[in-house]
């Protein structure tokens, strides 16, 4: 794919993101908090805004906002569009909790599922996309929390690829991961994919192909790129990592 096919491609579905969405989340079922915010990058599957207060990752968010109509997946007619999404990420703006919260949420569509207006604190998580492009959630039994995991520290080969909600590639590139576990990995990469977004991840040195979802992105101290993915339909086999491989216990 040449490089001026992917400018027009990714033209085609990001927007400029000088505009305001109102964010509203149930504390109870008799009470909920309101905010507003500028949004920071939007596309089909995903957004990222600021907020001032915390949220949970895996927590149901109600958004509203003028959401360009190319973007959308209903409504296309009311000037403001209405959409739930599910906490990715909520990480301290430049490390300091006082100057507010950057926010990645993944979209799930025009509706939360009963659970939530039965129990508003109840923690989902992603099990895959449906046929409208947005992603389908699941209950956990317990609220998200970070827990001990095995990362492998080794620099793999990875083809990455954005796919649209039929699977046909919008972009893609090479990229090389700096850890890699079970169930996701962090890869230097220039491909700017938000958080939110489907990718399709290839080894093909260990056979391993995976849909992805992108749970964060951020600048590293050594000012390179990194995504972090997270494997939503098969695991990362392990065992065929080669021996001798760094590995290391991280929360």
């Known amino acids: 794919m040449t490089i001026s096919t992917q400018m027009e491609k990714r033209q085609n579905r990001r927007f400029p993101s000088s ?6 989340a149930k504390q109870d079922k008799d009470s909920y908090w309101t905010e507003t915010s500028e ?3 939007i596309s089909r599957n995903g957004a990222g805004f600021y907020l001032p207060r915390r949220c949970r990752v895996g927590q149901l968010l109600s958004l509203l906002m003028p959401m360009p109509k190319q973007l959308r997946g209903y409504d296309e007619d009311k000037e403001l569009y209405r959409i739930w999404g599910l906490v990715q990420h909520c990480n301290p703006v430049s ?8 926010i990645g949420v993944a979209f799930i569509g025009k509706n939360a599922p009963e659970s939530y207006h039965e129990t508003p604190q109840q923690s989902y998580m992603i ?18 929390i970070t827990r001990k995991f095995t990362r492998y520290w ?3 080969d990875l083809k990455l690829e954005v796919i649209d909600i039929d699977g046909n ?6 990229a090389k991961t700096e850890n890699v576990s079970y169930s996701g990995a962090a890869v230097f990469t220039y491909l ?7 990718c399709r991840v290839t080894d093909e040195k260990r056979d391993f192909s995976a849909i992805a ?3 964060n992105r951020k600048l590293g101290k050594d000012k390179l790129p990194r995504l972090h993915l997270e494997f939503v339909d098969v695991k990362f086999p392990i065992e065929k990592l080669d021996s001798g491989v760094e590995r290391t216990e991280e929360n």
């Open 19 to 24: 505009f305001t969405l109102t964010v509203k």
């Open 39 to 41: 949004v920071l990058t």
């Open 95 to 102: 490390g300091d909790e006082s100057k507010g919260f950057q």
């Open 127 to 144: 099990c895959g996309m449906n046929e409208d492009g947005y992603w389908n959630i699941k209950e956990t039994a317990t609220p998200f």
């Open 154 to 156: 080794t620099a793999i």
């Open 169 to 174: 590639v919008i972009y893609e590139d090479f």
């Open 192 to 198: 700017d994919a938000n958080v939110g977004e489907c």
């Open 213 to 215: 979802v992108v749970r």
